[in-house]
């Protein structure tokens, strides 16, 4: 055997069995690193399944997921929330899942579209306080409005925001 020979398959069999650890391991990590809150990769598409259910994409108009408001609640839940709030929030989280799977007997995300709907209207009709799986929803229901009503294509497409107001403004008159 010739040395280049040699060399170059030593070469292809370690790049390989570098390569093939990555291809086969199955990560349930989240794409988020956040400082004070435990989430899985499994979590965050919940959340973000759940954002998209409030406020679904339409032919016409970009939906909760698309803006990405299921990032957009975990920073706000994990730089702006005290400790106790941080973990009232996760627990509040394993609730709802918990909720979701004693009723369909699935998680969140494996629900039909119908099912989703049906338990968020179920939700939104509990009004007990100590229920902390409703608490929850109503908590990504306010920060995904907040984060949709305050994005660029909801304040420019549906608002009419302009940076100026109005068209007769004047900035340099003498008064």
Not at 7 to 12: E, G, L, M, T
Not at 123 to 129: G, L, R, T
Request: net charge positive; with cysteine; aromatic share 8%.
């Amino acid at each position: 055997m010739k040395r280049r020979t040699a060399v170059r398959n030593i070469i292809i069999i370690s790049a390989g069995a570098s390569l093939l650890p990555s291809c086969t391991s199955i990560s349930d990590e989240s794409s988020l690193r956040l400082k004070h809150i435990p989430l899985t990769g499994s979590q965050e598409k919940m959340l973000a399944e759940l954002t998209e259910t409030i406020i679904p994409k339409t032919s016409n108009f970009i939906g909760a997921k698309d803006l990405k408001s299921h990032e957009f609640i975990l920073l706000m839940a994990d730089d702006c929330a005290s400790p106790e709030d941080q973990k009232t929030f996760t627990d509040n989280m394993k609730a709802f899942e918990d909720a979701c799977k004693k009723k369909f007997n699935t998680t969140f995300v494996k629900c039909t579209p119908q099912q989703k709907t049906e338990l968020l209207k179920e939700m939104e009709a509990n009004k007990d306080e100590k229920d902390k799986g409703a608490r929850f929803y109503r908590a990504i229901k306010s920060y995904t409005i907040q984060d949709f009503t305050s994005s660029r294509e909801y304040l420019t497409d549906v608002v009419k925001w302009k940076i100026t107001p109005g068209s007769n403004f004047k900035g340099c008159v003498p008064i």
